[in-house]
């Protein structure tokens, strides 16, 4: 059952609606669903066709993909589902804002996915002004939070997501629960449309400071939900304290929310690496 103060969405990060079910009976809820390409071709569907020795078409991955969101959304129909464009460093904002278009016609509660890239960006800006819902993913700075807030400002709250990435900036050394706290506190002189969902998250430590934290959103791999389940659904207590261990703290910038969002220095080594490892294991279940 839902602990009574929860406030914060939580979301199971995963391509496989086998999960999905599996969580719902642990947790007795879920407010929504992330995908992307990778764990798309984690999917043991996709695993066991290509073990097979049968990759799929261009055509047939798409109806994969739209087959396993439509099998998640029968699971969670009121909840949020992210679904994320194909998008190298070579692909253009058309491009992305073509596929995003076909992808929210999929199902009613869709959230399109674009990387946090210049052209990620530029397609984020007008999907939002087609009234398509967006999620901004692979954030790794303040800058680019500021500025998915500024291609988006005029939409509706819980229209756009913004989706720091902590895992990969521990992974390098860097205490990734300072950018969420970060984001949170520089949002607070906006007017709120943006909601700040927590990824990449690797262990319970993540979900219980994100939660005292008052991230709007946390998406989870299943592994973690299970132990948060297995613990009991443990909520921060008044007096937790999140210990970074040996990770170097990553500064608080002041940053004016009123440019526009070309004016901000969006660029982010870890979010082209990103972009790059997304496509090639999208790439990788594909015909050549
Ligand atoms: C969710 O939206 C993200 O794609 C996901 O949390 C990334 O997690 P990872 O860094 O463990 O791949």
């Known amino acids: 059952m839902r ?24 947790l007795g809820f879920l407010d929504g669903q992330t995908t992307n390409p990778t764990l798309i071709s984690k999917n043991p569907r996709a695993r066991s066709h290509l073990e097979r020795g049968e990759k799929f078409t261009k055509e047939e991955i798409l109806d ?24 190298d460093l070579l692909t253009f904002a058309e491009e992305m804002l073509r596929q995003a278009k076909e ?8 959230h399109i996915k674009f990387p946090t890239s210049r ?13 398509l819902r967006v999620n901004l993913t692979l954030c790794f700075t303040q800058e680019q939070a500021a ?6 400002r005029g939409a509706k709250r819980g229209d ?3 989706s720091p990435f902590i895992g990969r900036l521990d992974d390098k050394g860097e205490n990734g629960m300072d950018l969420i706290s970060h984001i949170l506190k520089m949002y607070q002189k906006g007017d709120g449309h943006v909601m700040v969902l927590t990824a990449s998250v690797r262990k319970i430590d993540h979900l219980l ?10 998406t989870l791999p299943f592994n973690v939900l299970k132990e948060w389940c297995e613990r009991g659904l443990p909520m921060p207590r008044v007096d937790y304290v999140y210990h970074p261990g040996d990770f170097k703290n990553i500064p608080f910038k002041e940053i004016d929310l009123t440019e526009n969002w070309q004016a901000y220095d969006i660029r ?21």
């Open 160 to 162: 756009v997501y913004v």
């Open 119 to 131: 052209e990620g960006l530029k397609a984020a800006e007008q999907a939002v002004k087609n009234g």
């Open 64 to 87: 994969f993909y739209r087959e396993t969101v439509r099998e998640i959304h029968e699971l969670i129909p009121e909840g949020s589902i992210s679904v994320e464009v194909y998008g």
């Open 103 to 110: 992808m929210f016609s999929w199902i009613p509660n869709a």
């Open 209 to 218: 400071f994100a939660l005292k934290l008052g991230s709007d959103i946390i």
């Open 268 to 288: 982010h080594a870890l979010t082209d690496k990103g972009m790059e490892r997304f496509s090639a294991d999208w790439n990788g279940l594909i015909k050549a």
């Open 147 to 152: 500025a998915v807030y500024a291609a988006t």
């Open 3 to 26: 602990p009574k103060d929860l406030m914060t969405r939580i979301f199971l990060d995963g391509g496989d609606p086998e999960e999905t079910r599996e969580i719902i009976r642990f």
